[in-house]
């Protein structure tokens, strides 16, 4: 047998490069097909591949072979048939919830990029639209005033989901949660905590109501979701304070509330308390100006309040915690929303208190 041995000058470069090339495949680690992935999450907001597909711009066909390479490379099913459309399993659930995280982690890289850019232009905010038009929108003005050199670019949401869907685009989000999740770090910053209490127009009430068993007979607007989400998830319960029920017990009134409307959010119950459909239940900040302005009054009068059971709070990229100028807007937010709460409570306290007849 002959033995041909290989030449000196090659035969350390090549075994070199063997053991680098094993070493490098034998750190990368194996990642899920991403196509694959963006297809899932498709799917689970549509509980559609017919959807999906068409969202995607590719055939159902299409569609359904990149979730079977996801299974496969999974290792079980993720979704199940059902009436209602396709629902995740248990575990196309935990993936789901997984995704999110990578998506979050891959807004922080489009984040860091954008920290890096010199002289940009403008901060991309994201809140809630009834905070935006009831409140914010109106005090926009001092900011510009006080900082012609910061631009401010907002971007409105009706929900929390669509804020996640577009928290990577954004600078800064205002935030509706519940307290524990608003502990102030080096990337959030609580703001407020609102009360909250009935609100209806002139034309409605002229005047708060000497007997509140009155309530009971006024047009009442109901808020809250009541239809499950594209996920088949039933919509997130509300805290009691929103709930015409809980009022109805703390004012000892007889009998059931009687909802003349019903709305999904607030910044609609509020538009139509102004247009004096009814009675809304309202949080303070949001109403604080039309309250002042005479174009809202509280038929309870000022001594019935709730707190509510969630706060605002700012949140932003890690990567632009040094910012100066988010920083500067951030501080101008919890600025203005403590004045505002102090107009509130100088308000309440200057009302006069008349006993709650029954």
Same mark, same amino acid.
């Given at each position: 047998? /002959?033995?041909?041995?290989?030449?000196?000058?090659?035969?350390?470069?090549?075994?070199?490069?063997?053991?680098?090339?094993?070493?490098?495949?034998?750190?990368?680690?194996?990642?899920?097909?991403?196509?694959?992935?963006?297809?899932?999450?498709?799917?689970?907001?549509?509980?559609?591949?017919?959807?999906?597909?068409?969202?995607?711009?590719?055939? =159902?066909?299409?569609?359904?072979?990149?979730?079977?390479?996801?299974?496969?490379?999974?290792? #079980?099913?993720?979704?199940?048939?059902?009436?209602?459309?396709? =629902?995740?399993?248990?575990?196309?659930?935990?993936?789901?919830?997984?995704?999110?995280?990578?998506?979050?982690?891959? /807004? =922080?890289?489009?984040?860091?990029?954008? @920290?890096?850019?010199?002289?940009?232009?403008?901060?991309?905010?994201?809140?809630?639209?009834?905070? @935006?038009?009831?409140?914010?929108?109106?005090?926009?003005?001092?900011?510009?005033?006080?900082?012609?050199?910061?631009?401010?670019?907002?971007?409105?949401?009706? #929900?929390?989901?669509?804020?996640?869907?577009?928290?990577?685009?954004?600078?800064?989000?205002?935030?509706?949660?519940?307290?524990?999740?608003?502990?102030?770090?080096? #990337? =959030?910053?609580?703001?407020?905590?609102?009360?909250?209490?009935?609100?209806? /127009?002139? /034309?409605?009430?002229?005047?708060?109501?000497?007997?509140?068993?009155?309530?009971?007979?006024?047009?009442?607007?109901?808020?809250?979701?009541?239809?499950?989400?594209?996920?088949?998830?039933?919509?997130?319960?509300?805290?009691?304070?929103?709930?015409?029920?809980?009022?109805?017990?703390?004012?000892?009134?007889?009998?059931?509330?009687? #909802?003349?409307?019903?709305?999904?959010?607030?910044?609609?119950?509020?538009?139509? @308390?102004?247009?004096?459909?009814?009675?809304?239940?309202?949080?303070?900040?949001?109403?604080?100006?039309?309250l002042r302005e005479g174009r809202l009054l509280r038929p309870l009068g000022t001594r019935w309040a709730m707190p509510s059971g969630k706060v605002h709070m700012a949140q932003w990229p890690a990567a632009l915690s040094g910012d100066p100028r988010l920083q500067t807007f951030v501080d101008w937010l919890a600025r203005q929303s403590e004045a505002t709460v102090a107009k509130v409570t100088e308000s309440d306290r200057r009302s006069p208190r008349r006993p709650m007849a029954k």
């Amino acid at each position: 047998m /002959a033995l041909h041995r290989m030449p000196a000058s090659k035969a350390p470069t090549r075994s070199l490069h063997c053991i680098m090339n094993f070493i490098h495949t034998a750190e990368m680690p194996r990642l899920p097909p991403f196509d694959s992935l963006i297809a899932f999450e498709a799917v689970l907001r549509h509980g559609s591949m017919t959807a999906a597909a068409a969202e995607l711009g590719v055939t =159902q066909s299409a569609v359904s072979h990149r979730l079977r390479r996801l299974e496969a490379f999974i290792g #079980t099913p993720l979704l199940r048939r059902l009436r209602a459309g396709l =629902q995740p399993t248990p575990a196309g659930n935990a993936l789901a919830e997984g995704f999110d995280e990578i998506l979050a982690g891959m /807004a =922080q890289l489009r984040a860091r990029s954008r @920290a890096a850019l010199a002289g940009r232009a403008r901060l991309r905010v994201g809140l809630g639209s009834a905070l @935006a038009q009831h409140w914010l929108v109106r005090r926009l003005p001092d900011f510009t005033r006080r900082h012609p050199g910061i631009g401010i670019e907002l971007m409105v949401f009706t #929900t929390r989901a669509q804020a996640e869907a577009h928290s990577g685009e954004l600078d800064l989000r205002i935030l509706w949660v519940r307290p524990e999740e608003a502990r102030s770090t080096s #990337t =959030q910053r609580l703001l407020f905590r609102e009360e909250v209490f009935p609100v209806c /127009a002139p /034309a409605l009430l002229e005047k708060p109501l000497r007997n509140p068993a009155r309530l009971a007979s006024l047009p009442l607007i109901h808020k809250g979701a009541q239809e499950p989400d594209r996920r088949g998830r039933s919509p997130e319960k509300q805290g009691r304070e929103w709930e015409w029920s809980t009022w109805f017990r703390r004012l000892d009134l007889p009998g059931k509330p009687k #909802t003349s409307l019903h709305v999904d959010e607030i910044g609609t119950a509020i538009a139509a @308390a102004l247009e004096g459909s009814g009675v809304a239940l309202a949080r303070s900040l949001l109403v604080h100006d039309a309250l002042r302005e005479g174009r809202l009054l509280r038929p309870l009068g000022t001594r019935w309040a709730m707190p509510s059971g969630k706060v605002h709070m700012a949140q932003w990229p890690a990567a632009l915690s040094g910012d100066p100028r988010l920083q500067t807007f951030v501080d101008w937010l919890a600025r203005q929303s403590e004045a505002t709460v102090a107009k509130v409570t100088e308000s309440d306290r200057r009302s006069p208190r008349r006993p709650m007849a029954k």
